[in-house]
């Protein structure tokens, strides 16, 4: 209960900002200083708050040396008997912003600081950012580490809190100490303000120098950071693949390289600081003798007081320590900006596939898709699909065949709007897919992959994401149909959760093929979309249990417009119309048997199968 009003206190403060308040959805600016805008702007208030109380700790700070003077100086004038009686209130008046304003000041800084702007500003920056980038197209992701990408979301919101933090403590602390100092200096003898003036003049010089070539070296080493942990993040996430082929020595030379790198970098970065610190030291250390052999003198020749010199050389030896502080925070600073323009490259980039403004959301009555003269090249001059004009009726079923870079593969991707194509348009019921908002195409879409991937989740996750209102009928039912009962509830993962509460590992390592593919089935058959693609669907399956699947594939496609890639042609020998693909364009349409008849590339597949195999893109 003693603690209940320290609690709310707390609270109070870590509830000034909320890091998930509704924000526009729009690419963060691509400029350094827009970009840090963009973000504080948000939270101004608070940083208001904490300027001012930065300049109130600054002046106490200050006040405290005054005051030291000015005891000394009242000690000498003041008699012992007639001292206390004569400088009590006034005593007592420091003694009061030593024990109660400057507690109350530091307080105040460090709850804004610590319980509201630390851990609410660095969230809300992680989280616009990762939302922005997690709507990022598939060639944004396949075109970097994702380890690399997740490590400069991350580091962002450290570093420009820091540095915005770092910034306006900082601020005052120049500004207040170096101002007040030259006033108090002055108001003793305007000649102890001259080795102050001269050494603010070498000090900010010496930023000048030092602090750019600080920032750059911090932007390498950044650079280098986040290449070591895209390298690392992607060998831990292709342990299976590093086992298989022994390719051990191989992944640890890749990753020292890497490694090797970033020891370069910082190597020469810490020689930039070691340099910068030392010069500070000799500025410094000129400043202190200069200061106090001057104090002396003028004291010696009667011109100031002891207090004076009691004043400056204490001030002297403050701004010493906090010389040293400032060079590292503003050292700090620029680092933490390099790190920040390093992650902007990475967060602040344009989106390949937008939604047009007020997009409608896509209707699906029928299932109908249209292909009409379709190019798309990966941004590449040619090669991939060129004139492409393909017509599925609704509820009719197609196969598409080919060999290995046909297109197949790519046809779906961009009937997913995974890449927005070059030129020509995809309907669906009448809808070109560009004109609607891309979640709502997706989502009356089922697609089925040969490569399934699960997320590091539970099975009930996992089956969810097909829809995640099903009720838990719906879902057993759709594991019943998939045959993923079979195995579900004996799954035990490394802590101990059991069936649909277990993990499946990260991809679903921890499944076998077949498993991961029953679930990506079910998942499908609980999405219940009109529109279904099947690529490969039951490649990962032995044959008795694609044999029992089989038969729920044909009512899973019941009704629904289903457009299937397969290499082995069997499979999808009885659907209503194969198109036959070959270098990105079609070459022949037709039923199995009408194919067979024509002797042509299908009847060729078809007769050099092995096992019933061909090669697929």
Known sequence: MSNLPLRRLFSRFEQLIDPFRPAPDAKPPGNVLRFYAHYLRQVWPTFAVLLVVGLAVALVEVSLFGFLGRIVDLTQNTSREAFFARHGTELIGMALVALVLRPLLTAAHDLLVQQCITPSLTTLIRWQNHRYVLKQSLGFFTNDFAGRIANRIMQTGNSLRDSAIQTVDALWFIIIYAGSALLLFAKADWRLAVPLTLWIVCYISALCYFVPRVKQRSVAASEARSKLMGRVVDGYTNISTLKLFAHTQHEEGYARDAMQELTEKSRLAGRIVTTMNITVTSLNGVLIVATSALSLWLWHGSLITLGAITLATGLVIRINNMSGWIMWVVNGIFENVGTVEDGMETIAQPRDVLDRPDAPPLQVSQGSVRFQNIHFHYGKPGGVIAGLDLAVKPGEKIGLVGPSGAGKSTLVNVLLRLYDLESGRILIDGQDIADVQQDSLRSQIGVVTQDTSLLHRSIRDNLLYGRPDATEAELLAAVRRARADQFVPQLVDGQGRQGFDAFVGERGVKLSGGQRQRIAIARVLLKDAPILILDEATS??????????????????????????????????????????????????????????????????????????????
Do not use: C, P
């Not at 693909?581 to 060729?604: K, P, S």
């Open 540 to 617: 990962a399956l032995d044959s008795e249990v694609e044999a029992a699947i089989q038969d729920n594939l044909e009512t899973l496609m019941q009704g629904k417009t289903v457009i299937a890639i397969a290499h082995r042609l069997s499979t999808i020998a009885r659907m209503d119309r194969l198109v036959v693909m070959d270098q990105g364009h079609i070459v022949e349409t037709g039923t199995h048997a009408e194919l067979i008849g024509r002797h042509g590339l299908y009847a060729r597949l078809w007769q050099h199968q092995t096992g019933g195999f061909v090669g697929v893109d």
